[in-house]
């Protein structure tokens, strides 16, 4: 049986100490510097959001080859490392708890991203479809380049260095990137992975290299301190499968014996950084179908409003909701919530690059003027 418990009372996921239930989901910002450390504000930025029960690093590249968006910060040199040491000391001082979220983006690369300018890899040569925001604005995709069998276990370690570099930085976890159409996504679904050999087929072998990174992740930092997060319903970057309900009853058997800190589920309904107008289609893997069949922590997140999130914690649905937009524009948004205060709405102009404006300077309650705050 699962807790009932509220959206405000604190909880431990794993290793991981939660002040409450409102957790802050990866939001990628591209205001990192050009060698991967994370610009100059991301220290006052995530300490501003500090009383989130959790955060999630935005989206971190693992290493060179997985850097997909412009301006993403890394977790592969020392001085990446030092860089977010800042970040997650000031973080732990305000009483956070911060993971790092590893990311490789496979073929929703772009070869103006990649070290030589060479093609992003992926599962199988198939091209993500439409446009991509790349070094110099939006280009169409590339078709990628299929990786051969020998180079996947180099991957695999890449991952592993990385959790071990986020630890050394001062991260309390890793939440592996596995849903939106990234790397081990595009392995997991089958219109991304054509592959014939033991990485593509069954169910069981594209779920080969999900299941090797958390081997990895679980030697570097304990399975206490690894977190995993899937989109079984996301259509972003062509994502589909042909059997997605077996695709997914395999993914959260695999999950389920490893004793992991939490498992991050995207609910149907949120395609990549935005909402379709019906919030829950009836026919998506939610977190209501998840719960039956995976008996870890479980955080919810896509198109949460204040309601919901009280109503899903407190019938036991899941144990955490993630607040994705509503992070970005309310750094207090636990106290908001507590007080049923309005909310200031994201400004979608300043989601990604550009300077602390729609970064720092989104007010708290107490910094906005009375009429302001409802
Ligand atoms: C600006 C922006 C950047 C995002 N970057 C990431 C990311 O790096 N990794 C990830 O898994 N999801 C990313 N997401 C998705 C969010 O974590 C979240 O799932 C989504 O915003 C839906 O939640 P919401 O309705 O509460 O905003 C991003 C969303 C936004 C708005």
Known sequence: MHDRSTLFAPARFGALPLANRIVMPPLTRSRA???????????RYYT??????????????????????????????????????????????AGGTMVAQLWHTGRASHPSLQPGGKLPVAPSAI???????ARDGRVPHVTPRALETEEIGGIVDRYGRAA????????????????????????????????????????????????????????????DRVGVRISPSSTFQDMADSAP??????????LSPRGLAYLHLV?????????????????????????????????????????????AVESGTVDAVAFGRAFIAN??????????????????????????????????LAEQPPAARG
């Open 267 to 311: 609910e149907p309904g949120i395609v990549g950084d935005d909402s379709t107008a019906a919030r829950r289609p009836a026919d998506g893997i939610d977190s209501a179908w998840v719960r039956g069949r995976y008996p870890g922590r479980l955080i919810a997140a896509g198109g949460y409003g204040r309601e919901q999130a009280l109503r």
């Open 245 to 254: 309900v077996a695709l997914f009853t395999h993914v959260l058997d695999a």
């Open 164 to 223: 071990e570099n986020a630890r050394a930085a001062g991260f309390d976890g890793v939440e592996l990137h596995a849903a939106n159409g990234y790397l081990i996504d595009q392995f997991l679904q089958d219109s991304a992975n054509r592959r014939t050999d033991g990485y593509g087929g069954a169910v069981e072998n594209r779920a080969r290299l999900l299941r090797e990174v958390l081997d990895t992740l679980t030697a570097a930092v304990g399975a």
């Open 127 to 133: 091209a993500i479809s439409g446009t991509t925001f």
């Open 331 to 364: 750094p207090d948004l636990p106290d908001r919530l507590a007080r049923d205060a309005r909310l200031t709405e994201a400004d979608r102009a300043t989601f990604y690059g550009g300077d602390d404006h729609g970064y720092t300077d989104y007010p708290t």
């Open 33 to 43: 510097l050009p060698d991967g450390r994370p610009g100059p504000s991301a220290r």
């Open 48 to 93: 501003q959001r500090a009383s989130a029960g959790l955060i999630v690093s935005e989206g971190t590249a693992i290493m060179p080859e997985a850097v997909g968006n412009p301006d993403i910060p890394g977790l592969w040199t020392p001085e990446q490392v030092t860089a977010w040491k800042q970040v997650t000391d000031a973080v732990h001082e």
